[in-house]
């Protein structure tokens, strides 16, 4: 039975039936007075966390805005709580799954929906019209409780949603033909990924038109954002759905990039050997966000979560939070940041910990286990980590790997591509490993006028994509002309070559789209694997199969081979076995494991250690390989003023004068905060309070660095510094 578009129309009137008295009377409320005209004032929030219920004195961490899901009768009441204190209001809305039991059971709109959900488990929702009307009412409600921002969250398809009552009918839709088994052939495959990437393309520029369309009605402004894993994993997981090109919507404001537990712990294949290598699968999928943004004029947003294994993993965390953190700003691009949740266990250690005095001056022991001082110091660099460039310090830059969304066409049978995707890592972690800052790039952004611009080489192969626009051919070959150079590798032999897309149909009778990347190049129907002049640049081809590369042992040695070739004359990559950049006074660094060079990375100076709870003055550090370090470098420091140098706390009410300096640090109550001070001065004193009483600070300094010890006995602790006399390096305690 087909059904009618009428029939899934609704007007206002009958939704508003539908609602429950209390939802109803809710959505009529009077806005308060400042939520009338509220205008964009995201471009300032620079951290955010999320959360579904009012706020908690946990959520003292440093954020500056809320991403609260969930656009129920309670949203008010959370809004609102939040805003009191200060927080600016984002919405969370799962694109396919959610707390939806209203629409599921027809409170909605008087109508079960139970058959448009999807998937492997009944919490999953199809895009079906319906459902669409039904999150874009969530938006509205969301807006007029004051929510600025909106997050559409994982808009794809799960396994086996292809063979669901609603996909079948979708496809009858579509195709004007019965639903065909995609498993059964990769044409239907192909057919079938496709279709599901276009209906979630059209939910979300829909949502998003509603969004801003709403707002504006109001008077307001609210900016759109895309909530997403990687194409990397949502290939991996065999989850279908557009990727970079929903970043090609208008309405769309850019994308929060999240990469879980789950990815940084999957295994990938180097060098014949499958295991977890969580910096080196961070590092390369924030690149591959950072790359599909790139050319847009989007913003990027970084998600940092990892703790959703659950806190009996904490001690696994802690190396995965290192790992994701440390791969996140080695791309100054994003400059926000979602900050992750404080455990409950970190939050009791905390409180019951004694403070320790401070000591500095030489190499530090092993720093202590990850601690809440610990995160609220990084929350602190990553607000004040606002330099946009950087000083890198690599083996080679300028080389890149192709990918598409067309890669998430091909993860299911009767044709599945590399489950590990090898393909891929077989290419990039042989190099990268080696020092080589190699960055994934996306197809579908070809007709950005400058995207390759600064990129000496780029790898690319069909083997597990097919190329969606025979145009991105052209833009290939005038940067190759340009003096690039192409390295192909493609045995020819993947399945979906025979699909009948834009190579097998209309002005063109290609057995597959390589054929037409050759002749758009001039070299003939079929060249010979081998180096291949082209204007200024080169084309380099190699008859195998990507994935092959995992699985040598010399695979570092050959691609590296492939790239010295298309250096100038006599220059060659000098490999390393690590990744440094300087951002301002920062410096973030990670060492390699499973290379022949297995020295630790050993940095001179005078540094701060912003992972180790105790801020401790380092002259030397060594990063041994497989770790990473975010130091801050105590010769670069601004020495023109006064100003916190790292706080385990949040620093808000800065005030400086002549010989004063004055601020406010808040943090969970009853913990341990940890501050190091400059002040251009080498005898100032401090005083600090909280709610008018005293506040107990241990405090010593070395010349014009103060480092100050105590405990947040709630509210937050008002601290003013003065320059007077004081011993230097003397410790005190001041009340």
């Known amino acids: 039975m087909t059904v009618k578009d009428n029939d899934h129309l609704m007007d206002m009137e009958t939704v508003k039936r539908a609602f429950c008295k209390t939802a109803f009377l809710l ?71 959610g707390d939806y039991q209203d629409y599921v059971a027809g409170l909605w709109d008087g109508r079960p929906h139970e058959d448009w959900q999807h998937g492997e488990s009944h919490d999953y929702f199809f895009p079906a019209k319906p459902f669409i009307a039904y ?154 966000f950072a790359n599909q943004v790139r050319g847009h004029g989007k913003q990027l947003l970084l998600r940092l979560d990892p703790f959703s294994g659950g806190e009996e993993a904490l001690p696994e965390s802690e190396k995965l939070y290192r790992a994701q953190l440390t791969a996140a700003l080695f791309y100054p691009e994003p400059r926000r940041f979602e900050l992750p949740a404080i455990p409950q266990t970190l939050l009791a250690a905390a409180r019951n910990k004694s403070a320790a005095p401070a000591d500095s001056g030489r190499m530090a022991a092993a720093p202590p286990a990850l601690s809440v001082q610990t995160m609220l110091a990084i929350n602190h660099a990553l607000k004040d980590m606002t330099h946009k460039h950087g000083d890198y310090e690599t083996a080679e830059r300028g080389v890149g790997i192709l990918i598409s969304d067309a890669m998430l066409l091909q993860r299911a049978a009767p044709a599945a591509s590399d489950s590990l995707l090898s393909f891929f890592y077989g290419l990039a972690l042989p190099l990268l490993k080696h020092g080589v800052f190699v960055q994934p790039l996306a197809l579908e952004n070809l007709h950005q006028p400058h995207y390759l611009t600064g990129y000496k080489v780029i790898f690319l192969s069909y083997r597990f994509m097919q190329p969606q626009d025979y145009e991105w051919h052209e833009r290939l070959t005038t940067w190759v002309r340009a003096g690039g150079t192409l390295i192909f590798i493609d045995d020819g032999n993947d399945p979906f070559n025979q699909v009948k897309d834009w190579w097998r149909k209309g002005m063109f009778d290609y057995t597959n789209p390589a ?25 380099i081809y190699l008859a195998e199969n990507p994935s092959s590369f995992a699985h040598k042992t010399n695979s570092a040695t050959q691609l590296l081979e492939l790239v010295n070739a298309a250096l100038p004359a006599g220059r060659t990559v000098q490999t390393q076995n690590y990744l440094r950049l300087r951002r301002g006074p920062y410096v973030i660094a990670a060492t390699f494991a499973e290379t022949a060079n297995a020295g630790a990375q050993v940095l001179q100076g005078d540094f701060i250690d912003v992972w ?34 790292s706080a385990s706390g949040i620093v808000a009410q800065e005030r400086r004068s002549k010989n ?16 190091l001070v400059f002040i251009p001065a080498a005898n100032a004193t401090v005083q600090a309070s909280s709610s008018g009483k005293s506040v107990n600070i241990k405090n010593k300094n ?31 305690t001041t009340k």
């Open 27 to 97: 959505l009529c409320l009077p806005l308060p007075a400042q939520l009338q005209t509220i205008h964009d004032t995201t471009a300032s929030v620079q951290t955010t966390l999320r959360a579904t219920t009012a706020w908690q004195p946990a959520a003292e961490i440093g954020a500056q805005a809320v991403l609260l899901s969930r656009a129920d009768d309670t949203f008010l009441h959370r809004a609102k709580s939040w805003r009191e204190k200060n927080f600016r209001i984002h919405f969370l809305l799962g694109a396919n799954r």
């Open 135 to 288: 999150l874009k009412s969530q938006i509205t409600h969301a807006i007029d409780c004051g929510a600025e921002a909106i997050y559409l969250e994982h808009p794809v398809f799960l396994p086996g949603a292809d063979s669901s009552a609603s996909f079948k009918r979708s496809w009858r839709e579509q195709f004007k033909s019965d639903w065909q088994n995609p498993s059964a052939s990769a044409e239907w495959r192909y057919m079938a990924g496709k279709l599901q990437q276009r209906l979630y393309w059209e939910a979300a520029v829909d949502i998003f038109a509603h969004a801003k369309q709403y707002a504006q009605e109001k008077n307001r402004e609210v900016k759109c954002y895309l909530a997403t894993r990687s194409l990397l994993e949502n290939a991996r997981r065999g989850f279908v759905g557009p990727a970079t090109r929903v970043l090609h919507i208008p309405d769309c404001d850019g994308v929060l990039a999240e990469i879980d537990r789950e990815a940084l712990l999957a295994p990938n294949v180097y060098s014949n050997v499958s295991a977890a290598r969580p910096f080196e699968t961070a590092f390369l999928q924030y690149g591959l």
């Open 515 to 539: 054929e037409h990347l050759f002749e758009t190049l001039k070299l003939g129907y079929w060249p010979k694997p081998g180096r291949n002049q082209v204007g200024m640049g080169s084309f």
């Open 612 to 645: 180790d709870e105790r801020l401790l003055h380092l002259t030397q550090v060594a990063i041994a390989p497989g770790e990473q370090a975010l130091l801050y470098d105590l010769s670069k420091i601004d020495s023109t003023q006064a100003h916190v140098v």
């Open 660 to 675: 004063e300096y004055a601020f406010s640090l808040n943090s969970p109550a009853g913990i341990i905060m940890r501050v």
């Open 702 to 732: 070395e010349g014009k660095l103060y480092w100050m010890e105590f405990e947040n006995p709630g509210p937050g602790v008002d601290v003013k510094w003065t320059w007077e006399a004081t011993a230097l390096g003397q410790e005190t």
